[in-house]
């Protein structure tokens, strides 16, 4: 929470029980100037937000109980009275809980040697929208853009926390008002829309979001390693991210009724799978029953459309390093992929099929299809959520077959499957956000310490990289390193 906020909500937490002692010394237009002074500096330096509306509520009414109040009479409890002490712990209880659990939070600050710049690029394809009813509609996405820059941000402000869309989705989704997230607007980013790219040329990342998320609601992440020297093509997979605006105007949404229809659970293959795990049947028999549910589950089409999303970027950056913003700022000889949950897999789909990819990583994501049958032949780093015992290991079996060059394995402690995006820092109680219990800076900072060291070695071919020692360095990052099959 914010100064101002924490001020306001001590003093109508704490001044109800205690106002008669206070009216005996001060007198009460004094104590009435004071909150509204208190109120005044919060909404001038701090804004107002939806979050802190009971304590809006509780100020007012205190504020009418200081001026009615006889302070002079001892104050005696009754049904009324204890009602109204009820009444207003409970409200107060809400006006701490909402403003904690929804704050205006405080995004880690970019460690990297370049400032960020982002743009907007729309892409255009001829093939048919599969998503839509409609025949005629083509493929369109949206590409933001995440690059360094050596600009003077001094007097700049940083973009906005997610675009109106975006936010749009996240409250459908959650069930809330379109204007839910409006306090985003006081959210500070490190992020400057269209300052002009760093000299030189960089290696080119494409990220690949997870399945109906904001596909770009990972500030934390990108900003870091685009500064560490990177151009990032942050994909927004139409009608399956929550949300994106298109330069025309129009909004195009998750489609939830798309997700019911091709949504297949497939129990004939699935549950043999989910047995073998429960009943704890030893690896290599488990193998064989997983293997059909891997290969065919109905989440393999959704990568392949995301992958096929990819590839069209791929062939239009020759393009982009000969015009506009990017020209000649991109190295196609460096180029790597990465991605969250389904993104995360989508990420290592791309990387087996196009040689485009030198190098691919995978942030908690199962890769379904035919990866558990064939090996990497490229670096590939694959990062764990801590899930617990009992959860399915399914990447065991998909990874079996690691990587020709090198493969990391890596688990990030104490960390839920959303630690990789900025949900812990959006919302801030574990139980709602499903996060671990790391720190959410900090799990950002090993997360992004890890990915750009693994870039910067397989992409920049920096032979300084210590991946190792990163490992080392954390107690809560435990990783294992293989080259071919062999653990080194």
Request: net charge negative.
């Amino acid at each position: 929470m914010r100064t101002f906020e924490i001020i306001l909500l001590l003093a109508i937490t704490i001044l109800p029980f205690f106002k008669r002692k206070v009216l005996l010394h001060f007198k009460a237009n004094y104590v009435l100037i004071f909150l509204a002074s208190l109120l005044a500096m919060h909404l001038l330096f701090e804004g107002l937000r939806w979050q802190m509306f009971p304590a809006y509520v509780l100020l007012f009414v205190l504020a009418w109980r200081i001026k009615v109040v006889d302070a002079s009479q001892p104050a005696r409890l009754n049904f009324w009275r204890g009602s109204g002490y009820f009444v207003f712990v409970l409200v107060a209880v809400i006006a701490w809980v909402l403003p904690i659990a929804l704050p205006v939070f405080t995004l880690p600050e970019p460690r990297g040697n370049y400032k960020v710049g982002t743009q907007i690029l729309h892409v255009k394809t001829d093939k048919a929208e599969e998503i839509t009813k409609d025949p005629n509609d083509k493929r369109e996405f949206l590409c933001k853009i995440w690059y360094p820059s050596q600009a003077d941000v001094s007097n700049l402000a940083g973009e906005s926390y997610l675009d109106q869309t975006g936010r749009e989705g996240f409250a459908t989704k959650y069930g809330l008002p379109a204007n839910a997230l409006n306090y985003l607007d006081y959210v500070d980013t490190y992020v400057y829309p269209k300052i002009p790219v760093a000299e030189g040329k960089f290696p080119v990342l494409l990220f690949s979001h997870g399945y109906g998320s904001n596909a770009t609601g990972y500030y934390a992440l990108l900003t870091e390693i685009a500064s560490q020297g990177y151009i990032i093509i942050n994909m927004n997979h139409t009608y399956e991210s929550l949300g994106a605006t298109f330069p025309d105007g129009s909004k195009k949404y998750f489609d939830y009724q798309f997700q019911q229809e091709v949504t297949d659970w497939n129990a004939e293959l699935m549950d043999p799978m989910i047995k073998a795990f429960e009943e704890g049947v030893e690896f290599e028999k488990r193998h064989q029953i997983a293997r059909p549910a891997i290969k065919d589950y109905y989440e393999k089409n959704i990568q392949a459309r995301w992958a096929d999303d990819i590839v069209d970027v791929l062939d239009l950056l020759d393009q982009w390093n000969g015009e506009g913003f990017l020209k000649n700022k991109l190295n196609l000889d460096k180029i790597g992929v990465f991605g969250h949950s389904v993104g995360g897999g989508t990420a290592g789909r791309v990387a087996m099929q196009d040689s485009r990819i030198k190098a691919a990583a995978n942030l908690d994501g199962i890769q379904w299809g035919k990866k558990i049958d064939t090996v990497y032949h490229l670096p590939f780093l694959f990062i764990s959520a801590d899930w617990p015992a009992e959860h399915m290991d399914i990447n065991s079996h998909v990874y079996l077959k690691k990587s020709s060059d090198y493969f990391y394995d890596a688990r990030l402690l104490n960390s839920g499957h959303p630690n990789f995006m900025d949900i812990p820092f959006l919302v801030t109680i574990n139980a709602v956000n499903q996060s671990g219990d790391i720190d959410p800076a900090l799990g950002t900072e090993i997360t992004t310490k890890l990915v750009t060291a693994f870039f910067n070695r397989h992409l920049k071919s920096s032979a300084d990289t210590d991946m190792e020692g990163i490992a080392n360095e954390y107690d809560l990052l435990e990783m294992k390193v293989y080259k071919g099959d062999s653990i080194q």
